[in-house]
């Protein structure tokens, strides 16, 4: 059955759960035409949450599918364009749903911050996924389309006033206000951490800055790219002088989902792209220490950490951490924020900034990155990447998004600073 004929532009799978139920809540919200059915293992839990999302979702088809029922997985797939999955932690139920959609050439899209599930799924299946023509697209949240998206924003800025390639560029989460994390967020944390502490080579798969990379043997070796790094903020950019920046917790995941997404372009973005991430910690006389502290708490979590992590009693871990499906209250997401500035220099000396936000916190902002996401694969065929299989949020469908995201109140823009 080819794309067009399908019964569905979009299935939700997950829908029942914290950030399913938030992106179904959005998509409701946006009044869509879109044919739209939610995913889940439970009739009754999708049967109450569509009872709350209104008039427009009311007569969403349901489907009951479940990870560990695989043959579920490929009839959800076969009926829709698209799959959007808020289903984690990705390492444990995320695979055999990739493997659906690449044999039923069905787009796919997931919210996943979890390098080892990225890179089996590039190994597993990114010739099937290229050779049915499935776009299978990781990381559509706040993990990482800001990330992706601003590097893209860079690189078209340059392209447009001819400055040349993209060299030193750093992600700056500038300022950010987040109460709380969900269940699904700690767990895939968790996860990744105990992969890492307990078998060495995913730990030196993980730690491999191009581990993404279409080709990792045509990568150029520019020097050391550490993932936690805390400098002053003028060495970032004279912009930021004053400031000090400190590691940034998902710059693990983003970078290398940026790296690839500058692979898969055949290095549009430029072979000498250094790219690295960090958030901004003020410029009070503490800014520096609180900058160490924080980065090396970061580096230890990720690195020297792991080799106590799993000394940890896993009921002692669950017990402190929050419940799956759970999250911060609406009222704490109402409140939050983040602004995210890219800044770059090109191979002429030009210098840019890329800005991206949104006026809510991560949670919600990624419901509508998600959202959207799903929205542009569906409906905005014609402005697609011709790319296929594993695939990036920019290499994907960069334009397509950008184009889409200023309607749904995200921020997006570049300035020349130089």
């Known amino acids: 059955m080819s794309s067009a004929e399908r019964e569905f532009d979009i299935v939700l799978y997950g829908a029942t759960g914290f950030s399913g139920k938030l992106t179904a809540e959005y998509l409701a919200h946006t009044g869509t035409a879109a044919r739209i059915a939610l995913a889940g293992r439970s009739t009754e839990r999708l049967l109450a949450v569509r009872e709350v999302l209104g008039p427009t979702a009311q007569n969403w088809p349901l489907i009951v599918a479940d990870a560990s029922q695989p043959s579920t997985l490929e009839a959800m797939a076969i009926r829709t364009r698209v799959v959007l999955t808020t289903v984690g932690p990705y390492a444990h139920y995320g ?19 979890e390098v080892m599930f990225a890179r089996n799924g590039v190994d597993l ?67 990744t951490m105990r992969t890492a502490s307990s078998d060495p ?51 693990p995941h983003n970078t290398r989902i940026v790296r690839r997404s500058n692979t898969l372009q055949e290095w549009a973005y430029g072979r000498r792209l250094r790219y ?32 106590y992590f799993r000394r940890l009693p896993r009921r002692f871990v669950e017990r402190i951490t929050p419940k799956p499906g759970a999250g911060p209250s609406e009222a704490a997401r109402k409140r939050g924020h983040y602004t995210v500035e890219t800044y770059t220099t090109t191979t002429t000396g030009a210098r840019y900034k890329a800005t991206f936000a949104q006026n809510c916190d991560a949670y919600h902002g990624t419901s509508v990155l998600l959202g959207e996401a799903g929205l542009a694969l569906a409906l905005d065929r014609d402005r697609l990447s011709p790319l296929r ?18 309607s749904a109140g995200v921020s997006v823009g570049t300035t020349r600073l130089s």
């Open 389 to 406: 299989g594993v695939l990036t949020p920019a290499a994907a469908m960069g334009d397509a998004l950008l184009a889409r995201l200023p």
């Open 95 to 113: 695979l055999p749903l990739v493997a659906a959609c690449a044999e039923a050439g069905t787009d796919y899209a997931d919210l996943t911050g």
């Open 276 to 307: 690295s991430e960090t958030m901004s910690l003020g410029k009070s006389f503490a800014a520096p220490v609180a900058s160490a502290t924080v980065t090396g708490a970061l580096a230890g979590a990720f690195g020297l950490g792991n080799r």
């Open 201 to 251: 080579e995913a730990c030196r798969i993980i730690n491999d800055p191009y581990t993404l990379a279409t080709d990792r043997g045509a990568e150029p070796e520019l020097g050391r790219q550490p993932d936690f790094q805390w400098r002053r903020g003028r060495d970032v950019a004279p912009e930021l002088a004053g400031f000090w920046v400190g590691g940034f917790a998902m710059g």
């Open 125 to 191: 299946y990114h010739k099937q996924a290229a050779d049915t023509g499935a776009r299978i697209v990781l990381s559509c949240g706040f993990d990482s389309v800001p990330s992706d998206l601003n590097v893209y924003q860079l690189y078209r800025r340059a392209i447009e006033d001819g400055t040349g390639k993209l060299t030193d560029t750093t992600f700056v989460l500038r300022s950010f206000s987040q109460l709380g994390a969900s269940g699904g967020t700690v767990a895939s944390l968790l996860g």
